[in-house]
């Protein structure tokens, strides 16, 4: 399984990005999709899931901002990051979890740069 992301690059403060990542590969059925994130010398943090069926979840720091979706036909998970801040600033990574075998992939990661 591949993950690929898009998206990602300079904003100032209050902007918004929309972060894409496409799975592909032998992918039978996906439950989970997310987004984590990180910072140089932090630990990767959980930003937002959605579940196969819809249900999301976000982290507190996002709630109000931020808009996890998914395109189940493609295989496809979307970020919507709206308001941005400087701390949103980190290396952005798709996370996806398989139904069948409840392996989990993560892609390359995106860079997303809040200017203040």
């Known amino acids: 399984v591949q993950l690929q992301a898009y998206g990602g690059g300079l904003v100032q403060a209050g902007g918004s990005l929309r972060l894409s990542c496409a799975a592909s590969?032998?992918?039978?059925?996906?439950?989970?999709m997310g987004w984590d994130r990180q910072t140089p010398g932090k630990q990767r943090e959980l930003v937002a899931t959605?579940?196969?069926?819809?249900?999301?979840n976000y982290a507190d720091s996002v709630k109000g901002r931020f808009t996890i979706s998914r395109d189940n036909a493609k295989n496809t998970v979307f970020l919507q990051m709206n308001s941005l801040k400087p701390e949103d600033t980190a290396v952005y990574y798709c996370?996806?979890?398989?139904?069948?075998?409840?392996?989990?992939?993560w892609g390359q990661g995106t860079l997303v740069t809040v200017s203040s």
């Open positions: 996370r996806v979890r398989m139904a069948d075998t409840s392996n989990t992939y």
């Open positions: 590969g032998s992918i039978f059925s996906i439950n989970r």
């Open positions: 959605i579940t196969s069926g819809g249900t999301t």
